[in-house]
């Protein structure tokens, strides 16, 4: 993919740009960005990395959708969290200058803007703006942990799946009609990961959920219906 000058900020025309770790770099540090920055398209199922490599710099999915997995000795495999548009993974391996404890895999087709590990010690070595938004990272990663914790103690399975299909579907969903539509790229032991539930449990979630009419669910197809702006009968009289 065709990569900006090396005077112009790699960030810039990223919809994610103002949230971007990076947009604190001003023109005397340029050339460190630019000259560690690459775009890389990933197809379903491959993977950014694999639990137990060396860190190779940070990364952010500018498009699609990653797993992020940890893998046990006993050969169980949990999905921990997803990566959207906006993220930024392998941070923590960088910060900690140790290999991932985790691994990531796209489930769709992705793309992800890499800064390799060399230019970014020298980016946060000169920049304390830098190291400041990657430790809000850090910070904010364990809020969601909090959050998520807190939720699975205080709110229904219900609940807490609608809002997770609802994001993919914000994210990733087409317009059909009255309805939002998308090929759901969790299965449902992925979907029982998130939840902290039985596989059987999310079979019986989602159809509360169908019957509730806030999903149409036929296997991994999956529509929402788009909500339509109240209108008052007397508007414009």
Same mark, same amino acid.
Not at 2 to 20: G, I, T, V, W
Not at 52 to 75: M, Q, Y
Not at 89 to 108: C, P, Q, V, W
Not at 131 to 156: G, K, P, Q
């Given at each position: 993919m065709r990569l900006p000058s090396p005077s112009a900020h790699p960030c810039s025309q990223c919809a994610f740009y103002d949230q971007s770790v990076w947009q604190p770099v001003g023109k005397g540090a340029m050339s460190f960005l630019t000259?560690?920055?690459? /775009? #890389?398209?990933? $197809?379903?199922?491959?993977?950014?990395?694999?639990?137990?490599d060396e860190?190779?710099?940070?990364? =952010?999915?500018?498009?699609?959708?990653?797993?992020?997995?940890?893998?046990?000795?006993?050969?169980?495999?949990?999905?921990?969290?997803?990566?959207?548009?906006?993220?930024?993974?392998?941070? /923590? #391996?960088?910060? $900690?200058?140790?290999?991932?404890?985790?691994?990531?895999?796209?489930?769709?087709?992705?793309?992800? =803007?890499?800064?390799?590990h060399r230019n970014a010690n020298r980016l946060v070595q000169t920049d304390a703006k830098v190291l400041a938004r990657l430790t809000a990272r850090s910070i904010a990663e364990i809020d969601a942990a909090r959050d998520r914790i807190i939720d699975a103690a205080t709110e229904s399975n219900q609940t807490r799946l609608a809002r997770i299909l609802g994001k993919l579907m914000q994210a990733h969903g087409t317009r059909d009609g009255a309805y939002l539509r998308?090929?759901?790229p969790l299965s449902r032991t992925d979907l029982a990961d998130l939840l902290g539930i039985k596989p059987e449990t999310v079979s019986r979630v989602l159809n509360r959920l169908k019957a509730d009419g806030q999903f149409v669910v036929s296997g991994r197809d999956i529509r929402m219906p788009i909500l339509q702006p109240h209108t008052s009968a007397l508007s414009g009289s």
């Amino acid at each position: 993919m065709r990569l900006p000058s090396p005077s112009a900020h790699p960030c810039s025309q990223c919809a994610f740009y103002d949230q971007s770790v990076w947009q604190p770099v001003g023109k005397g540090a340029m050339s460190f960005l630019t000259g560690g920055f690459s /775009r #890389s398209e990933f $197809a379903e199922g491959q993977a950014l990395y694999m639990q137990g490599d060396e860190n190779r710099g940070v990364f =952010c999915v500018s498009r699609g959708l990653f797993a992020i997995r940890a893998h046990s000795e006993t050969g169980n495999t949990t999905l921990l969290k997803l990566a959207y548009p906006g993220d930024v993974i392998g941070f /923590r #391996s960088y910060l $900690a200058n140790d290999t991932h404890k985790t691994e990531a895999r796209a489930l769709m087709p992705s793309r992800v =803007c890499t800064v390799a590990h060399r230019n970014a010690n020298r980016l946060v070595q000169t920049d304390a703006k830098v190291l400041a938004r990657l430790t809000a990272r850090s910070i904010a990663e364990i809020d969601a942990a909090r959050d998520r914790i807190i939720d699975a103690a205080t709110e229904s399975n219900q609940t807490r799946l609608a809002r997770i299909l609802g994001k993919l579907m914000q994210a990733h969903g087409t317009r059909d009609g009255a309805y939002l539509r998308m090929h759901l790229p969790l299965s449902r032991t992925d979907l029982a990961d998130l939840l902290g539930i039985k596989p059987e449990t999310v079979s019986r979630v989602l159809n509360r959920l169908k019957a509730d009419g806030q999903f149409v669910v036929s296997g991994r197809d999956i529509r929402m219906p788009i909500l339509q702006p109240h209108t008052s009968a007397l508007s414009g009289s």
